[in-house]
């Protein structure tokens, strides 16, 4: 195996990485082991000079400031590696100052935007009932999508409101609201036996066919709700985690609490929420007071 290969069997096996962030390293990586083959230099050769010029000649090929700044991450990490199992001295990129960009706070749904959504799916048919439940477990966990697909019947405990999340090796409780117990309890007693395909299928949520639901397949289904609510802000499966952060932040939540919920392993994951939040009361501010638009 070569070191990309060992690499990315490194961010697999012991970093327990997803992916999607495997595939995105490596393609970084891999643009710059091309970067150094037209410098004709190795990459275990690479030095400081070398990583700040591919930075440069990226910028100036109108990669923005983000990609060039997860470029630089995915470098770091991928020579950290090569001296973590001798093949290198040192980390060419240690030290290189990253790309400045515009932080991008995450969208956040208003309490009646989450509200008009939630309401979408009618609850007359086996599928109506299904896209409630997925949901409001949704926004009452501030679960992943890729965690919520995966659950499995076991992962469940809804005489004590509460569900097991296992993802990336560590495992977290989350509670459950009322509301979602509710939308959980009637799909799963009146709904998925009809739906399932196979007695031991284990997956909570599965398709119209019967098997285990995809992400594509959720995605299709909120945009749809989206697109039938009316909501004009961008609206992705992490829109809802997103919101169930900032929701329970605004309402007294403590950070350490939150970050527990999201399973955040940094704190400071967390809190941008708190800027989210802070953001928009400026927003308010500006818009409502009478004299903060400078307007004499």
């Known amino acids: 195996m070569n070191d990309l290969a060992n690499y990315s069997a490194y961010l697999s096996g012991e970093r327990h990485a997803s992916p999607n962030t495997v595939s995105s390293y490596l393609r970084d990586v891999t643009q710059f082991s091309e970067y150094l083959d037209s410098q004709d230099c190795a990459l275990r050769e690479a030095t400081k000079e070398m990583v700040c010029g591919c930075m440069d000649w990226m910028l100036g090929k109108g990669k923005s400031a983000a990609s060039v700044t997860r470029f ?3 470098v770091k990490s991928f020579y950290n590696y090569l001296m973590s199992v001798g093949e290198v001295e040192a980390n060419p990129a240690a030290g290189v100052a990253a790309a ?6 995450p969208e956040i749904l208003t309490s009646k935007e989450v509200e008009l959504l939630l309401e979408q799916p009618r609850c007359v048919d086996a599928k109506g009932r299904r896209d409630h439940a997925m949901l409001e477990l949704l926004y009452a966990t501030g679960i992943r999508v890729s965690e919520l697909v995966s659950l499995e019947l076991d992962d469940l405990n809804l005489a004590a409101g509460v ?15 009322p509301e979602a117990v509710k939308a959980l309890l009637d799909y799963l007693w009146n709904v998925r036996p009809r739906l399932i395909a196979d007695d031991g299928e284990e997956a ?13 397949g959720f995605w299709k289904l909120l945009k749809q709700y989206k697109e039938r609510a009316g909501i004009e802000k961008e609206l992705t499966p992490h829109t809802l985690r997103h919101s169930f952060a900032a929701h329970l932040l605004e309402n007294g939540a403590d950070m350490r609490s939150i970050q527990e919920m999201l399973g955040h392993a940094d704190i400071s994951s967390t809190q941008v929420y708190a800027h989210v939040i802070q953001r928009q009361l400026k927003d308010v501010y500006q818009k409502a007071h009478p004299r903060a638009s400078g307007d004499k």
Request: proline fraction near 3%; glycine fraction near 6%.
């Open 100 to 105: 400045k960009a515009e932080r991008k706070y």
């Open 204 to 216: 909570v949520f599965v398709n119209m066919s019967g098997e285990r639901m995809s992400r594509q």
């Open 72 to 74: 630089l991450a995915a």
């Open 163 to 177: 569900l097991r999340c296992r993802s990336k090796g560590k495992e977290r409780i989350i509670p459950l609201y």
